[in-house]
C-alpha cells in the first residue's frame, strides 16, 4: 500500500508538471482573462482613421491585420504564398494566416483565417497561442481586420466545434463571411474551434 501511495504521488507531480509544461501559455492565457480581462490595445483604430473608410480604387484589397478588442489580440495577417501544411507552419510563426483560395475584403465572399491555440515550449514564432482565448467570444462581438487603407469591422454570428472532416466553407456569395479557425482542444489536433463573422456594411 505504501508503494502505490508513492507511487501515485510521483505520477501526480509528473503528470502535473507535462500539463502545465504543454498547456502554459493556454493556461496562462484563460487565467489572465479571467482575472483582469483582456490586455489593452493600441489605439490602432484611431491611427487608421474611423470605421470603413472609402474603399482604395484597387481590384484586390488583401488583409493585413487582425484586431480582436473584446480578447486584446492583435496580430499580423500573414499571406500564405504556398499550400502545403510545412509553408503553412512556417507562416504561422509570423502571425495568423490567411487561407489562400479566400475572398478579398472589398469582394462579398469568405475569408478564413486560422491562428494556434497552443504550441509547445520549444515554439519559436511569437504567436503560437494567439487564438487560445477563442472559446470567450461571443456572439456580437466584433473583429476588426486591417488592410493597408481602410478597416473593416465584422459581427460575430456564432462558434461551433467541428471535425477537421466537417471543414467545409462555403463561398458566399450574397454577403462577406469571415471564419477564425484553430486547433481544439488545446495541444490537440482532434477537432476545430470555428468562430463565424459577417462585415458590417455601410449604409451609405
Known amino acids: ?9 510521483i505520477f501526480l507531480i509528473v503528470f ?7 498547456n502554459g501559455r493556454f493556461m496562462y492565457a484563460q487565467m489572465k482573462y479571467s482575472t483582469i480581462g483582456p ?11 474611423g470605421n470603413n473608410l472609402p474603399l482604395p480604387k484597387a481590384e484586390y484589397v488583401l488583409p493585413e491585420r487582425l484586431v ?27 502571425g495568423v494566416l490567411y487561407l489562400p483560395g479566400s475572398s478579398t475584403l472589398n469582394k462579398k465572399g469568405t475569408i478564413v483565417i486560422m491562428g494556434h491555440s497552443s504550441a509547445y515550449p520549444w515554439y519559436k514564432g511569437q504567436y503560437g497561442s494567439i487564438f487560445a482565448l477563442l472559446n470567450q467570444l461571443n456572439i456580437n462581438d466584433e473583429i476588426i481586420v486591417f488592410s493597408k ?51 458590417v456594411l455601410d449604409k451609405n
Do not use: H
Open 68 to 94: 480582436i478588442p473584446s480578447l486584446g489580440i492583435e496580430a499580423p495577417i500573414v499571406i500564405s504564398q504556398s499550400n502545403t501544411e510545412a509553408e503553412y507552419q512556417k507562416d504561422l510563426e509570423r
Open 16 to 22: 502535473s508538471t507535462s500539463v502545465f509544461i504543454f
Open 149 to 199: 487603407d481602410k478597416q473593416y469591422t465584422y459581427r460575430i454570428l456564432g462558434k461551433e466545434i467541428k471535425a477537421p472532416k466537417d471543414l467545409v466553407f462555403q463561398t458566399q456569395e450574397d454577403e462577406p463571411i469571415l471564419y477564425l479557425v484553430s486547433c481544439w482542444p488545446i495541444n490537440t489536433a482532434w477537432k476545430r474551434i470555428v468562430i463565424k463573422a459577417v462585415q
Open 1 to 9: 500500500m505504501k508503494e502505490f501511495i508513492i507511487f501515485l504521488v
Open 39 to 49: 490586455p489593452s490595445l493600441s489605439s490602432l483604430a484611431e491611427k487608421r482613421g
